[in-house]
């Protein structure tokens, strides 16, 4: 697929330019996630390292809260990983649009995030990869210097909750959450009963334990569907 | 050390499963169920994941003052404002609720 294949609001200059808008975004949720990191007893080194090699506010949130809750490493990985299970249908979806091996598809996937891989739809299951790569590359520098920015200035939890930054992780989620409701079937059925399971089971369970229970709610969108499978039009596409 | 190995083999799952699609499948999509299942997960565990923020475990860490911020992120999402401003607004909200409190 040659470059004039692409409209021109498509192509690397374009992705970088909607990576400024996606970084602007992620860029507090990164400090916040330095300054929890630090707050609650990671070393400086990991929790940067953390940002630069897996780049997922969610599965990074995920790691950190249900480790420094006791969790074991096996519930601390499981509940990440169901977070990150996100990126195989992404990754799914994006394989017609990457190019060589299966190498080079491989390496090219690891652009995949959620604002990137929205903006690179193009529509017709089709995928502009280059425009993935841009805002992906501007992404990944916001979220890797937000985070030094919160390990370096780490305020104090009495700073952080007097000016609002303890909404940024729950706001943060819950934007995701409604974002979900424009591109999954059945999400706001789905997110009702997670938050009515998860709510329960926090109460007499560990973090890592309710998390990934509330997974278990992603199974409603079968109910109904019976032995004919899922009809078409619910896998829908994103906008 | 913990956090070293949980870090590294974090990394390792997440470049799997992005892997996973490009390499292995290629074109063929997913059997439609599991695609359908794997899609919904992110709602689930989104809800799942702002309510263990909202409550904490044993439900400790609740504080209401953030429920005005939520609902005000709530309406500019309605709204159609962009993430960035849903989180702003949320805070600034937060912020206020917290001085008036």
């Known amino acids: ?239 | 050390m913990t956090v070293w190995v949980a870090i590294g083999a974090l990394a390792i799952i997440n470049f799997v499963i992005k892997a996973a699609g490009p390499a292995l499948l290629g074109d063929r999509p997913l059997p439609p169920r599991v695609s359908l299942v794997v899609h919904s997960l992110a709602p689930a565990l989104l809800a799942g994941l702002l309510i263990v923020q909202l409550l904490g475990e044993g439900w400790r860490a609740f504080d209401w003052k953030l429920l005005p911020g939520l609902a005000a992120i709530g309406v500019l999402w309605m709204l159609g404002r962009s993430q960035i401003v849903c989180l702003i607004g949320g805070v600034l909200v937060t912020v206020a609720i917290r001085a008036l409190a």
């Open chain 1, 1 to 239: 697929m040659s470059r004039s294949d692409f409209p021109p609001e498509f192509g690397w200059r374009p992705g970088l330019r909607v990576g400024v808008g996606l970084g602007l975004a992620v860029f507090p949720v990164a400090v916040s996630f330095g300054a929890l990191a630090t707050t609650l007893g990671w070393p400086m080194l990991p929790t940067i390292l953390c940002s630069v090699v897996v780049v997922s506010a969610g599965g990074q949130f995920a790691l950190l809260t249900t480790l420094t809750a006791g969790s074991g490493l096996p519930l601390a990985l499981g509940a990440a990983t169901l977070i990150n299970l996100r990126f195989l249908p992404m990754g799914v979806s994006v394989a017609g649009s990457l190019v060589g091996p299966a190498w080079k598809r491989a390496l090219a996937a690891q652009t995949i995030l959620d604002g990137s891989w929205a903006a690179a739809y193009q529509g017709g299951g089709r995928y502009d990869r280059r425009k993935m790569f841009g805002a992906s590359a501007v992404q990944w520098v916001a979220w890797v210097l937000g985070t030094v920015v919160g390990v370096v200035a780490a305020p104090q939890p009495e700073l952080v909750e007097s000016l609002g930054l303890d909404l940024v992780f729950p706001g943060f989620f819950l934007v995701l959450l409604l974002d979900s409701f424009r591109t999954t079937p059945r999400a706001p059925w789905i997110a009702g009963t997670a938050i009515l399971l998860t709510g329960g089971l926090v109460f007499v369970a560990p973090i890592g334990v309710a998390v990934l229970l509330s997974s278990l709610a992603a199974f409603l969108v079968l109910i109904g569907r019976g032995r004919r499978g899922p009809d078409p039009s619910d896998l829908v596409e994103p906008a």
